[in-house]
């Protein structure tokens, strides 16, 4: 053939050409980048489990995206209604993504900070131990205000507002106990108890299902240490 094959490898070997020292250069300053951008994931994380209280990061107002901005009265009725807990980063027992570290970074190199103070949204369990529901991670702005920074993890169930909808008050939990006690009565049979049935029996069997039922709440929520919803949205204690 009149023309030789081009070998693109060695065209890029004689496009580098360079030296040893000049490789080991390169080499070294790529190993700078990566123990720093190390250095600062720990930073990171060491702040993410730290005591300290911030009130508020010096963001840059005009940088921040409207839309992830939340008053802390926005973020109380979600956790109420949802039976969720709104607490200091360091009480979060689950695993923070990477995604969450590098948003992080990013949000310090566009503000030029070193964000403190962080928050995160979560079912109670979640303070505990790992499961597979939707946190959400805060930093604070100031006067109440705070920057949602990432989300991550599967939505919650469609049916948790609802599920959840008698521990948010007394009144709620009395209602549901009398709807439950009401189900339940229409389940027995007519005439087990008489050969006449009869309104009177039927709200006599009422009265003590809902006396039995009761029982079963109260003794669940004192044994087990539970509270309604306005009560442990907050809190850090277990038994809140």
Excluded at 178 to 190: A, D, E, F, K, Q
Aim: charged letters at 25%; glycine letters at 4%.
């Amino acid at each position: 053939m009149i023309f030789q094959k081009t070998n693109i490898e060695r065209k890029l070997q004689h496009l580098k050409n360079y030296s040893k020292e000049e490789e080991e250069k390169i080499l070294a300053q790529v190993q700078h980048i990566l123990n720093r951008e190390k250095r600062r994931t720990e930073k990171i994380s060491e702040t993410l489990g730290s005591k300290k209280h911030t009130p508020g990061n010096d963001f840059v107002f005009d940088l921040l995206e409207t839309e992830k901005i939340y008053h802390i009265d926005q973020i109380k009725k979600i956790c109420i209604d949802y039976r969720l807990r709104f607490l200091d980063s360091r009480y979060f027992k689950g695993k923070i993504p990477a995604t969450a570290f590098e948003k992080i970074t990013q949000l310090e190199n566009q503000h030029h900070i070193e964000i403190e103070g962080f928050k995160i949204m979560a079912p109670s369990k979640l303070f505990k131990l790992e499961d597979k529901d939707d946190p959400l991670l805060f930093a604070p702005i100031g006067n109440d205000y705070f920057y949602l920074i990432h989300k991550w993890g599967n939505d919650l169930h469609p049916l948790r507002k609802l599920l959840v909808w008698p521990f948010k008050s007394i009144v709620n939990l009395t209602v549901f106990t009398l709807l439950i006690s009401y189900l339940v009565t229409l389940m027995v049979p007519s005439g087990l108890f008489s050969k006449n049935d009869s309104s009177a029996e039927f709200w006599i069997i009422y009265f003590f299902m809902f006396k039995c039922i009761a029982s079963v709440v109260i003794f669940y929520g004192f044994a087990l240490g539970k509270n309604f919803n306005p009560a442990i949205w907050n809190s850090k204690y277990f038994n809140a």
